[in-house]
């Protein structure tokens, strides 16, 4: 789901289900996989802009374009599974925090934390 993120922000205009099949296919990642990844993907093609703009106002001293591009594919990846809600928040943020240790830079881990505590908490979820 975080290539597809990934290459979804670097591309540009392109619709992110389009990119996500695609990455997908070149990966050849199971249908059940495809299955969770795509509630993902509509729930950004649906509200990524209102997504954006909660994260955006839990980043009080940056702006989401000024953030790296894993960085602010792990914040839209949570974001919407937090929007979804079907996942405990604690476990959201714990796996883009794990997420943001490997792929981010040494830094990335504890600003994602910092951001999706707030975000969660602004969305009630905790």
Known sequence: MLQALYAWDLRGEAPIERIATQ???????PPDERKLAG????????????????LSDVTTNWRLDRLGVIDRSVLRLAAAELRRGETPPRVVIQE?????????????ARFVNGVLDAL???MGRI
């Open 23 to 29: 990455i997908w296919d070149d990966l050849s990642v």
């Open 39 to 54: 509630m993902l993907v509509r729930t950004l093609a649906q509200h990524g802009a209102e997504l954006d703009a909660e």
């Open 96 to 108: 883009a925090v794990r997420l943001a240790e490997r792929y981010g830079t040494p830094k990335s």
């Open 120 to 122: 969660a908490r602004r």
